[in-house]
């Protein structure tokens, strides 16, 4: 069943958070579902850009309705990643999306406010939820590059004026953490002081965190011994922090990194162990029963595992 992400939130709130994670193909949303219901927990769907482009808006909308077929018992909400306006009101006219993120976050602030109200404004009219975010995460948003230097931390006070201009859902708030696998050096970690500041202006509404892959240690050790290059010092958040960050009003946590490592570990492992298979369907069968374990996993760590029933029963 497809929900809004503001439903969602509302069940979710300061008792666990949601997992966000971002799907390109079929394996990954096989895997997806079935990691979900193995560990009884309500979830979002995010498509980027970039999915959108790579795998083509029918074939996605086509997988996900089919996975609702295959697994009945999903409750999800599917959701626009990092959308520009345009991308927004291309989902939110589709009629598929229950959700969409209006990312403005490189615009002056006033500018951010103006462009999220136009697309709270249309997302609202049909339903549709709508994450926006203030402040800036490091790394590599879609084509935007924000360096290190530049990454701003999300000022308390704009984030309540913001909100109570712009009329979004929830709001991504820039606690220190960036996309891709290299986000800290030595003892750095989130801001979770900070996170307390934000919610201490803005009680009760939902917070967003991206940038939450945690970039296992083993994982990219096992990527490196089957062929990879990365560098050993990437750094994640602390899988121990959800915790911390779910009283402090964060219920959406997004996922992408982490699912790609699971993907490289497995093909890269499976090819250098059998060198002269062609065959892509056995390291598929592999990843799609690993990126399933890792879902469980993660939605254990959200506290999201086994709350499927509470949910259900809190939408009637
Ligand atoms: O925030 C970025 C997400 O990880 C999506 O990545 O734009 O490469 O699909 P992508
Ligand atoms: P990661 O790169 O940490 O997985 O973050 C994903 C994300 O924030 C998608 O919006
Ligand atoms: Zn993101």
Redesign the pocket.
Known sequence: MIVTTKELFKVAYGQFAIGAY?INNMEQCIGLFQGNLDSQAPFIIQI????RSYARVKMLEGLINSAQEVFPEAIFAVHL??GDEQACYDCIDSGFYSSVMIDASHFPFDENVAITQRVVERAHAKGISVEAELGMLGGV??DIKVDEKHAMLTDPDEAATFVERAGCDSLAVAIGTS?GAYKFKGRQGLHLERLAEIQQRLPGFPLVM?GSSSVPREEVERINAAGGAMDPSARGVDENEFAKAVPLGVTKVNI??DGRLVWMRVHREYFRDEPEKIDFRPPGKIFMAEYAKFIAHKNTQLGSAGRLAEVREALG
């Open positions: 971002n980027s850009k970039g999915a990643d990092h948003e879609e996309h991206h992408d990194t």
